[in-house]
Nanobody, 119 residues
Framework: VQLVESGGGLVQPGGSLTLSCAASGFTVSRARMSWHRQAPGSERELVAA????????DYTDSVKGRFTMSRDNAKNTVYLQMNSLSPADTAVYYCSAEIVQWSGKYDYWGQGTQVTVSS
């Protein structure tokens, strides 16, 4: 199982970025996929998550109306479209997968991608 994030970078306040998380070794539509972020000196927080099969998506309150999570089953990739970015969104963003197998539930993480919102 491998998760590779991309799309981070430096953006001005009010700008937009789209993060990608390319998965291999499993099928994203059969896993609960999540985006998390961790700012310096802060704990990692859940940003958005999409459930397996029924594709229900939940967002943390601070990003509702600004961020959109999506999944492309053909590309086995999940995305996080981020609009109206503010300095408070500056963090390392991580993609994660929760995979349920007969032997148990397993969590996998990507290496993270830095998002910096600054003028």
């Amino acid at each position: 199982v491998q998760l590779v994030e991309s799309g981070g970078g430096l953006v001005q306040p009010g700008g937009s970025l789209t993060l990608s998380c390319a998965a291999s070794g499993f099928t994203v539509s059969r896993a609960r996929m999540s985006w998390h972020r961790q700012a310096p000196g802060s704990e990692r927080e859940l940003v958005a998550a999409i459930t397996a099969y029924d594709s229900n998506i939940d967002y943390t309150d601070s990003v509702k109306g600004r961020f959109t999570m999506s999944r492309d089953n053909a590309k086995n990739t999940v995305y996080l479209q981020m609009n109206s970015l503010s300095p408070a969104d500056t963090a390392v963003y991580y993609c994660s997968a929760e995979i349920v197998q007969w032997s148990g539930k397993y969590d996998y993480w990507g290496q993270g991608t830095q998002v910096t919102v600054s003028s």
